[in-house]
């Protein structure tokens, strides 16, 4: 299996910047598609910036501009760069991962447990 392990949220004012990182460990595999999600309370969860091995990147409109999502095969990391936050961006960040497990072949989808954005007016 395929763990995910978040970090980097935090308490930051409206303007300020935060970098998650989203780092994957476990069985020999490879990630083709990697995204952040986000939950705000009372919302449903969404996708916020998704980004697959060949490097093609997809963003939220709200966020397009501010945010920037980038990987590190190498490394099995995953980064989202989030500047000019807004109280808007309140939220729980999820990291997920779809992709292949390589000794067996058989595909994966695992989910972070989350770090907690908050963006203060």
């Known amino acids: 299996q395929v763990q995910l392990v978040e970090s980097g949220g935090g308490l930051v004012q409206a303007g300020g910047s935060l970098r998650l990182t989203c780092a994957a460990s476990?069985?020999?595999?490879?990630?083709?598609?990697i995204g952040w999600y986000r939950q705000a309370p009372g919302k449903q969860r969404e996708l916020v910036a998704e980004?697959?091995?060949?490097?093609?990147?997809n963003y939220a409109d709200s966020v397009k501009g501010r945010f920037t999502i980038s990987r590190d095969n190498a490394k099995n990391t995953a980064y989202l760069q989030m500047n000019n936050l807004k109280p808007e961006d309140t939220a729980d960040y999820y990291c997920?991962?779809?992709?292949?497990?390589?000794?067996?072949?058989?595909?994966?989808?695992?989910w972070g447990r989350g770090t907690q954005v908050t963006v203060s007016s």
């Open positions: 980004s697959s091995f060949g490097g093609s990147t």
């Open positions: 997920n991962a779809r992709g292949v497990v390589i000794a067996t072949t058989k595909g994966f989808d695992s």
């Open positions: 476990g069985s020999t595999f490879v990630i083709g598609v």
